[in-house]
Nanobody, 123 residues
Framework: QVQLVESGGGLVQAGGSLRLSCAAS????????MGWFRQAPGKEREFVAA????????YYAESVKGRFTISRDNAKNTVYLQMNSLKPEDTAVYYC????????????????WGQGTQVTVSS
């Protein structure tokens, strides 16, 4: 029912910034809680951040807290991930995901996923 398309990835030097966008289809985007996950080659998928349907609550992995900010614009059917002070260990494919029923860190609890966008941080 929901299609998600990520964009905004690229190559950046350590200490730099990127803003990822996730555009959603459908008319019920505002009813979904959204999350960002990432996966580096040979590593497990990792939770990054989540935001409630209203945008009133956010939740971050300890590894990105204070550096990344998740936000959403329901009028544009879009969720964002602002990434500052990037580190080489942030290099990964970043995925956005959607679910109902509340924010979650648990990837299998999400119903819909985008195809991902590559973020590469050089040292």
């Amino acid at each position: 029912q929901v299609q998600l398309v990520e964009s905004g990835g690229g190559l950046v030097q350590a200490g730099g910034s990127l803003r990822l966008s996730c555009a959603a289809s459908g008319r019920t985007f505002s009813s979904y809680d959204m999350g960002w996950f990432r996966q580096a080659p040979g590593k497990e998928r990792e939770f990054v951040a989540a935001i409630s349907w209203s945008g009133g609550s956010t939740y971050y992995a300890e590894s990105v807290k204070g550096r990344f900010t998740i936000s959403r614009d329901n009028a544009k059917n879009t969720v964002y991930l602002q990434m500052n002070s990037l580190k080489p260990e942030d290099t990964a494919v970043y995925y956005c995901a959607a679910r109902r029923g509340g924010m979650s860190w648990h990837a299998p609890s999400y119903d819909y996923w985008g195809q991902g966008t590559q973020v590469t941080v050089s040292s």
